[in-house]
């Protein structure tokens, strides 16, 4: 049976190799009858959905990194950042609106009472290092609950407040990133304000950045400004879902 060799496909979580293993599958007189069954859709359904669920290994505190690397934007330079640094963050607040029934803006304080997770995990960036943090955080999905997603929402667009090209328009150049609903409802999936027990340095986000720990580390979004849920991405950006995206990386990043 390719029951085998399908789920093999799912687990690898490719989206190629995924539609490969389909394509062999719908081939197959006997899977066909199978898939014919509405029952035997939901299954496989089912099946995808789940992986995707999988938690990211989390680590001992022992492993945690003497020196976690910062990377990409380690210090905004961005006039509207800058002066949320010097009020100590004090003005700033979380926006999360688009399609929504309920937008909000929210402090610092009010994130922090939030549903919350603590979690130990590897951040592995591209180019080529990883590093172990203790990552704490509000969940990102009680907190899209809280604001009601609309029937149309697809995904979740985190826009943040720097500029890390600063050759090209303010809408190409700030950085910004998208995840799915699955990712987003995903449990790991937290608004980091707290890094090793510390609030989040300046090189690292701060006041708050993404931790979506199935994924790499460009999709961790530093600096977050605001939540946005659409119906799709064209029309963000360079319309790819992200700065580096746009640049030519892969949307999904999955590890
Ligand atoms: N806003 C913003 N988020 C960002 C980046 C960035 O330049 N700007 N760089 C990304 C990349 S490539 C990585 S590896 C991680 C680095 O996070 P760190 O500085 O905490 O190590 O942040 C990601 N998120
Ligand atoms: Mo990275």
């Known amino acids: 049976m390719n029951r085998r060799r399908w789920l093999t496909g799912a687990a690898a979580g490719a989206l190629g190799a995924m539609l490969t293993a389909c394509n062999r599958l719908t081939t197959n007189a006997g899977v066909q009858q199978t898939l014919a069954r509405a ?24 492993e945690i990194s003497r020196d976690f690397r910062a990377n990409g934007s380690i210090s905004p330079g961005d006039p509207g950042y800058r002066a949320l640094v010097e ?32 979690q130990i995990t590897r951040h592995d960036c591209v180019e080529g290092w990883s590093a172990i943090g203790k990552w704490s955080g509000a969940r990102l999905g009680p907190l899209l609950d809280k604001a009601g997603l609309k029937p149309q929402a697809r995904y979740i667009v985190f826009h943040c407040a720097d500029t890390l090209d600063p050759n090209v328009s303010p809408a190409l150049g700030r950085y910004y990133e998208s995840i799915d609903l699955i990712d987003a409802y995903h449990p790991q999936t937290i608004l980091a304000y707290d890094m090793n027990d510390a609030p989040l ?3 690292h986000g701060a006041p708050l950045r993404l931790r979506v720990e199935r ?34 990386y892969e949307w999904y990043a999955g590890i």
């Open 39 to 62: 029952e035997g859709l939901t299954r496989r359904a089912q099946r995808l959905v789940v992986d995707r669920k999988a938690l990211a290994q989390e680590f001992a505190a022992a």
């Open 201 to 203: 340095a300046v090189k």
């Open 215 to 248: 994924q790499l580390g460009y999709k961790h979004a530093k600096y977050l400004m605001r939540i946005e849920a659409v119906a799709d991405l064209a029309g963000i950006g360079g319309g790819q879902g992200g700065f580096w995206e746009d640049r030519g």
């Open 87 to 118: 009020s100590g963050f004090a003005d700033w607040r979380l926006v999360i609106d688009g399609l929504v029934e309920r937008p909000m803006a929210l402090s610092l304080a009010q994130l922090r009472s939030q549903p919350a997770r603590t």
